[in-house]
């Protein structure tokens, strides 16, 4: 993670949540700073939303200390300076996206003339200027979730979470919500961003922590994750069938080697200087760089925590 940050807006230690017998969250420990996008990866059921929902004070966690701007994140002060867009869609159909995002300003203790105000900054910002006095049942799905996530920070609040909220969003829709979210960060908001579409995080250059059986098993800079657990991938497709090498093993097309190399271009040459190899066409060969989905990948087979700063 970043470190050169003053005290953090989102401060976990420890935090441990259970339904029945069934332990979802188990000491997780968080920090998210002013300014920071944290990209929360887990597979589905991995304790992301209870995480949440923990952190957005809707649940109390079991054992832990849980910190929001200093407060805890049930009381009023920090309930003024959360913004949470979860991942199911909560807008009044009968009103329309002006409407919606001024009631909850009001709810939020915005003025009429300030929450108008504020309605018209979000609508810009997230591109639904035109759909201003359309009611919320009319918009398509894209622009609904840009709605959704407009009335999470009509607030502007300094802590912001997006439950995955591009999901079944357009184009359009998931290019404004980046953007917004980026723009959100670099005004000074903490931000925790869930979402299954790991292009996602580079885009927002985020910071990771991945969530796995409850526990955090790997944070740190996009960057640092990818050079700590990824590696390239290598396919080499031959014309006929594919020669048994030792150390390489059968993809869905060709080979490739059984443990990822660290200089493909090495494994390459020595799979093409093996005696089995010698003579036989190539009909292609893929290299494809090291990424944030390798990593992951690896990452939720590992059991360890690991810190990749």
């Known amino acids: 993670m970043q470190t050169e940050r003053k005290t953090p807006l989102i401060d976990l230690k420890g935090v441990s949540k259970s339904f029945g017998t069934h332990r979802v969250l188990e000491s997780v420990d968080l920090k998210v700073h002013s300014g920071q996008v944290l990209g929360l990866l887990g597979r589905n059921g991995a304790g992301k939303s209870t995480l949440i929902d923990i952190m957005c004070g809707m649940l109390a966690a079991d054992a832990g200390k849980v910190s929001i701007c200093g407060c805890n994140p049930a009381s009023r002060p920090a309930r003024k300076l959360i913004g949470c867009a979860p991942q199911d869609i909560g807008v009044y159909p009968d009103l329309t996206v002006r409407q919606n995002l001024a009631c909850y300003g009001a709810i939020e203790g915005l003025s009429r003339r300030k929450s108008l105000e504020r309605a018209q900054e979000v609508m810009k910002l997230l591109g639904i200027e035109e759909q201003a006095r359309q009611n919320a049942r009319n918009l398509s ?161 590992e059991k360890e925590v690991d810190d990749a700063a």
């Open 141 to 301: 799905g894209g622009q609904r979730r840009r709605l959704h996530a407009g009335m999470a920070i009509m607030h502007k609040p300094r802590v912001v979470f997006m439950d995955e909220p591009t999901v079944g969003a357009d184009v359009e829709a998931r290019s404004r919500l980046l953007k917004t979210v980026r723009a959100l960060a670099d005004e000074g908001a903490a931000v925790v961003y869930t979402s299954h579409y790991l292009a996602e995080f580079e885009e927002l250059g985020a910071d990771i922590a991945v969530l796995n059986d409850g526990r955090i098993v790997a944070s740190g800079t996009l960057d640092g994750i990818v050079r700590k657990h990824a590696r390239a991938s290598v396919v080499v497709k031959f014309a006929g069938s594919s020669p048994a090498i030792p150390g390489w093993k059968a993809a869905a097309e060709g080979i490739q080697p059984v443990e990822e190399p660290t200089d493909p271009g090495r494994a390459i040459a020595d799979l093409l200087a093996n005696p089995a190899a010698r003579g036989l066409k190539v009909d292609d060969i893929r290299i494809e760089k090291a990424n944030l989905q390798s990593a992951y990948l690896a990452i939720i087979g």
